[in-house]
């Protein structure tokens, strides 16, 4: 069974930073990508970033790129999303969910939140102007 257990966020000033980290469990290999993605009130869920295990490419959404930076660190499992110079519309549930590439080839990483399996529990991030 995989899970994903989510640490950071919380509340910051605009242009401040904060980081978000996600510790996975329970793959049966090292072939997946982790995603992060965002839900702002009354607004759709929308991805962020991710991340592939398989060569380690990554995706960043434009209204993120140059300010979030999303990382891994193989031997604890986790990943983390690093999010800098923080503006008010960042204020979201940010989540981290996983999913298997065993069905994607090559370099593709998937990023939308209908491609992805498992979820972990949300964190608020909150920033105020």
């Known amino acids: 069974e995989v899970q994903l257990v989510q640490s950071g966020g919380g509340l910051v000033q605009a242009g401040g930073s904060l980081k978000l980290s996600c510790a996975a469990s329970?793959?049966?290999?090292?072939?997946?990508?982790i995603g992060w993605f965002r839900q702002a009130p009354e607004k759709e869920r929308e991805g962020v970033s991710c991340i592939s295990t398989r060569d380690s490419s990554t995706y960043y959404a434009d209204f993120v790129k140059g300010r979030f930076t999303i990382s891994r660190d193989k031997a604890k499992n986790t990943v983390y999303l690093e999010m800098n110079s923080l503006k008010p519309e960042d204020t979201a549930v940010y989540s981290c969910?996983?999913?298997?590439?065993?069905?994607?080839?090559?370099?593709?990483?998937?990023?939308?939140?209908?491609?992805?399996?498992?979820w972990g529990q949300g964190t608020q991030v909150t920033v105020s102007s």
């Open positions: 329970g793959f049966t290999s090292d072939d997946y990508a």
């Open positions: 969910a996983a999913v298997r590439l065993t069905s994607y080839s090559g370099s593709y990483i998937p990023s939308a939140s209908w491609e992805y399996d498992d």
